[in-house]
């Protein structure tokens, strides 16, 4: 059972943004913090950005630090990604996820209790 539906993936050229949005569905996360995690061509599923469940508390890989952004919006029920400054390293499917425990997310071990089934990001060069 899908618990979490991601939205706003693309093809997007070198340089350019795309926003992803992530919404549960069947219940809420309110509570939850949240991540975004992706998986590369040939490569394992990797973290990406984390956020709090009140929003106050961000934390990032260092290959997306200062290009990407993770908010959420508690009345929408809807955690974003913006991701600017794209680049072709950035092409992967980009999971959403959500963990009762904050290491497990920033640290993905035993990461999580609830995944979506992920959204295609393709960055031309």
């Known amino acids: 059972q899908v618990q979490l539906v991601e939205s706003g993936g693309g093809l997007v050229q070198t340089g350019g943004s795309l926003r992803l949005s992530c919404v549960p569905s069947?219940?809420?996360?309110?509570?939850?913090?949240m991540g975004w995690f992706r998986q590369g061509p040939g490569k394992e599923r990797e973290f990406v950005a984390a956020i709090t469940w009140s929003g106050a508390d961000t934390y990032y890989a260092d290959s997306v630090k200062g290009r990407f952004t993770i908010t959420r919006d508690n009345a929408k029920n809807t955690v974003y990604l913006l991701m600017n400054s794209l680049k072709p390293e950035d092409t992967a499917v980009y999971y959403c996820?959500?963990?009762?425990?904050?290491?497990?997310?920033?640290?993905?071990?035993?990461?999580?209790?609830?995944w979506g089934q992920g959204t295609q990001v393709t960055v031309s060069s």
């Open positions: 996820a959500a963990d009762s425990i904050w290491w497990r997310i920033i640290t993905t071990e035993g990461c999580c209790d609830a």
């Open positions: 069947g219940r809420t996360f309110r509570d939850y913090p």
